[in-house]
Each structure stands twice: as C-alpha cells, then as structure tokens.
C-alpha cells in the first residue's frame, strides 16, 4: 500500500488506478453494492474524485497482512478520516477495509477488495 493513501490525499486519481488491476474478475464491493469490472470503478471512482473538493486526514490502525501464495496476499486495516465535498460539506468517517493483491508482471495490484464507511 505504499503510496496508495497519500495519492488518496493529494486526490491523484492516474496514480491510484494504477494500483487497481485492469484484469477479468476485478470486484469492488462497498457500502452493500458491488462493482464487477475495472472500467465501472473507474468510472465511479472518477465520479467520486469530481465530486471530492479535498481529502483532508487518512489515519490507519490495526493493519494486519496475509500471504496466501507468493503471487497472493491480502491486507485488512481500520480507518478514520474526512474529506471536503465540493458543495463544501465535511464528511468524517471510519471503518474498515480488506484488499487482495496480485503480483501481476512483477508488480503488486488490487484485484478484489471489500468495506464500508461509518460516516458521523
């Protein structure tokens, strides 16, 4: 994950579909929908940073990593943060989340992962 949550911050969305694998099987899963398919996230990841004005804290708490194979792993964290929508709203949350990483040409990616936000 290094990288990942700073380009988060700084809102760099070439970085972070960088980090997500563009291959056949790809799910994304949050809040009780699930995305099949790369280009769907993307499209609605893009959506989401359109509408984000700035991100303004990430904090990360009990990681825990699994290796499955060794072209196989998963990573689990709780989070806290928020973020200012461009309407100027604040929105804080905290929850958790799990990502499955491939190592795909050498490189480690997202695959599948899975969580939900507790906004307050």
């Known amino acids: 994950m290094d990288g990942y949550f700073e380009a ?6 070439d970085w972070i579909l960088t980090f997500w694998a563009d291959v056949d099987g790809f799910v994304f899963a949050a809040e ?3 995305i099949a ?14 509408a984000t004005a700035s991100v303004n804290s990430i904090e990360k708490s009990n990681e825990h ?3 499955s194979a060794k072209d196989a792993a998963s990573y689990s964290l709780e989070f806290a943060g928020s973020m200012t929508a461009v309407s100027g709203d604040t929105v804080r949350s905290r929850g958790s989340w ?4 491939k190592r795909i040409d050498g490189e480690w990616r997202i695959v599948h ?5 507790v906004y307050f």
């Open 8 to 13: 988060l911050e700084r809102r760099d969305l």
């Open 32 to 34: 009780g929908s699930l």
């Open 37 to 50: 398919g790369y280009d769907a996230f993307a499209e609605q990841l893009r959506s989401a940073m359109e």
């Open 65 to 67: 990593i699994y290796v």
């Open 98 to 101: 799990t990502y499955v990483f």
């Open 113 to 117: 992962c899975a969580g939900a936000h």
